[in-house]
């Protein structure tokens, strides 16, 4: 079955330590790869996407995402993290022929002053 | 430019009544998603409408139902409250539906509880 997995419900990290959010999938073919981030009481704002061409895709606000197919993961990265970055990450995926996005369960990073 | 807005954005009901949802897309935006996101869940989803017609549709039962507007706003309506409706509805614009990498612009939502 096709799905898209984040392992980790939260991430905490310290202020300008580097972040990691992880995610999974597991699809045939070649999977359309996006991130989103969430904003208590907002709706979502996409962040980057990966379709093909080269495995690390760089984003809004300082993000970048690795795509590495035979691990089959789209992690979210950032080198130096913000207070500000303090929200909810959701990975999603479009399966080739869907229109729709089928976005993982959510991932609450958490920067510690 | 107005991005997508929603309305309303809190609504109340009871079990086994019916709740119509708005949508206005982004300036420019033709295409309409509609999206559930349950507490503590990704958001699931519900349909798509395109040219006034539904595209594609999630795994949801027909109590949920929409439509599109000429001037590409959109309605999504639920029948018969279940306690389980309760939930976040997203709606999501983009530009065509040939472009399935175009990325999707969201409102902020319209909290929906059933009672």
């Known amino acids: 079955a096709q799905s898209v997995a984040q392992p980790e419900d939260q991430v905490n990290v310290a202020e300008g330590n580097p972040l990691t959010v992880k995610c999974t999938y597991s699809?045939?073919?070649?999977?359309?790869l996006f991130w989103y981030v969430q904003y208590p009481n907002r709706g979502l704002q996409f962040l980057l996407k990966y379709i093909t061409g080269d495995n690390l895709v760089k984003g809004s606000y300082g993000f970048e995402a690795e795509f590495n197919k035979s691990q089959t993961s789209f992690h979210l990265k950032k080198p130096s993290a913000l207070v500000s970055d303090s929200a909810l990450y959701f990975c999603?995926?479009?399966?080739?022929?869907?229109?729709?996005?089928?976005f993982g369960s959510g991932t609450r990073l958490q920067v510690q002053p | 430019d107005a991005g997508v807005t929603q309305s309303p954005t809190h609504l109340i009901k009871t079990r086994g009544q019916q709740v119509t949802l708005r949508c206005s897309p982004k300036s420019g935006h033709d295409t309409v998603s509609w999206y559930q996101q349950a507490l503590g869940q990704g958001p699931q989803f519900i349909f798509q409408y395109y040219e006034e017609e539904e595209r594609q549709r999630g795994n949801f039962p027909d109590r949920f139902s929409g439509h599109q507007f000429p001037n590409y706003s959109s309605e999504l309506n639920v029948n018969a409250l279940l306690l389980g409706d309760s939930a976040l509805y997203l709606c999501?614009?983009?530009?065509?539906?040939?472009?399935?990498?175009?990325?999707?612009?969201f409102g902020s939502g319209t909290q929906l509880s059933v009672l």
């Open positions: 999603a995926v479009r399966f080739t022929g869907r229109r729709a996005l089928t």
């Open positions: 699809v045939s073919g070649n999977p359309y």
């Open positions: 999501a614009s983009s530009l065509g539906d040939r472009d399935f990498n175009e990325k999707l612009f």
